[in-house]
């Protein structure tokens, strides 16, 4: 694989790769890229390109990666291909881009897998195991796409066994007493304002910064429709919900509503498909962590702020179908799996419930089978036989 060099009218000497490949459809294709510094940069550009041309397990993982991600971006979110991008660079590739496919076995999982366990940040704390279950998931995903498509035998992940833990634990939340707490160190009205949508309607942070003028509904309802995000590079997206289910509207309370359309008339020139909040998600959390270091509160973070609502409404006595519904979940499971702990004297409740229907029967049935005396033949006959 030769590479080519020229001279710039400055002078100055660059590098180009010039060759042919076939592509998927058997197609002859000519490929010529200028501008390498160097003629090893020139032939590395070469060999990768062709090495993703490669449908075998024996090319460089980071070959593999790229195809898997250039696979998958046609299928998935921009935001989503993003959060996979910083996991496989920051905490994939750095241990695995030297080696092929075919040379990452099980032994080589577990020692990377050893190294993820091990770590520790500038205060000491370990990745959550929440964490740790999403890094190693991604490596799967990419050896698993590899044993569809490449010819991988199987995916040393699966023999390597998992880390970390798909639930989280138990979730931090704050009462309404403390959330008021809270809410008086806030500064501005946006602030105040921002941080009351979290709690009192229990919506993610995307969607609360999604919500436009035209989302305020005169019905006294806000139209959930869309989330929020912004991508590495400061590109700012709208994106469809995280769910189909998450699309939904959702009746706020009249002083809440009050304060949204309120704050908005005080919005110089804003037009109904505008955002009303004009911050993302860090400026969120910066304001939240500023804001509890004056308070004195318990640490907890913006999305904390719907697990919150969501124990509100389950001490209100809020019927978990409709807390379902509210918070835009895909299934009442879902809402039952993640706040199943906030029901601590449930079991003792039922086992209360049952204790009195079983006492409430006894008596039923002891009253039912009262014994009565026939005074002419002094013969004692259960009163459920006199019917029968």
């Not at 590739?93 to 770590?119: A, G, H, M, S």
């Not at 429709?225 to 469809?240: A, F, I, N, P, S």
Request: hydrophobic share 35%; charged share 25%.
């Amino acid at each position: 694989m030769p590479a080519y060099k020229y001279t710039l009218s400055n002078g100055r000497t660059l590098w180009y790769a010039n060759f042919y490949y076939t592509d998927w459809m058997g197609n002859k294709k000519h490929i010529c890229k200028r501008g390498f510094k160097t003629q090893r940069e020139a032939k590395a550009y070469e060999e990768d390109f062709l090495y993703k041309q490669v449908v075998r397990c024996d090319i460089p993982f980071k070959a593999l990666v790229e195809h898997y991600l250039e696979d998958v971006g046609h299928r998935l979110r921009s935001s989503t291909i993003e959060n996979k991008r910083y996991i496989i660079d920051t905490k994939i590739l750095p241990y695995f881009k030297k080696l092929k496919v075919n040379q990452i076995d099980t032994v080589k999982v577990r020692n990377w897998q050893n190294v993820l366990l091990e770590y520790k940040d500038e205060n000491g704390e370990p990745y959550k195991a929440t964490y740790l279950k999403t890094i190693h998931n991604q490596l799967s995903c990419i050896m698993n796409y590899a044993v569809r498509h490449y010819g991988l035998g199987v995916n040393p992940c699966h023999n390597a066994g998992s880390i970390g833990s798909s639930k989280a634990p138990e979730k931090n939340i704050w009462t309404p007493e403390q959330y008021d707490i809270f809410r008086n160190y806030l500064k501005t009205d946006t602030n105040r304002l921002a941080f009351d949508v979290l709690f009192w309607t229990g919506m993610r942070s995307g969607e609360l910064l999604a919500l436009t003028p035209a989302d305020i509904l005169p019905s006294k309802e806000i139209n959930i429709c869309k989330t929020y995000v912004t991508l590495r590079h400061g590109v700012e997206e709208y994106h469809d919900t995280k769910t189909p289910k998450s699309r939904r509207i959702i009746n706020i309370p009249e002083s809440l509503y009050s304060d949204l359309t309120k704050y908005i008339k005080m919005l110089y020139g804003i037009q109904p498909t505008d955002r009303i909040f004009l911050m993302g998600r860090s400026s969120l959390d910066k304001i939240m962590k500023e804001t509890i270091k004056k308070s004195g509160l318990p640490k907890i973070t913006p999305h904390d702020l719907r697990h919150s609502n969501a124990s509100m409404l389950i001490h209100m006595g809020v019927n978990i179908v409709e807390i379902s519904r509210r918070l835009g979940h895909e299934s009442v499971k879902t809402t039952w799996d993640t706040y199943s702990h906030l029901y601590p004297d449930s079991d003792s409740v039922i086992a209360a419930k049952l204790d009195a229907m079983r006492f409430d029967v006894e008596k039923s049935n002891a009253h039912t089978q009262e014994e009565y005396v026939d005074n002419s033949s002094e013969k004692i006959i259960p009163i459920a036989k006199m019917y029968s």
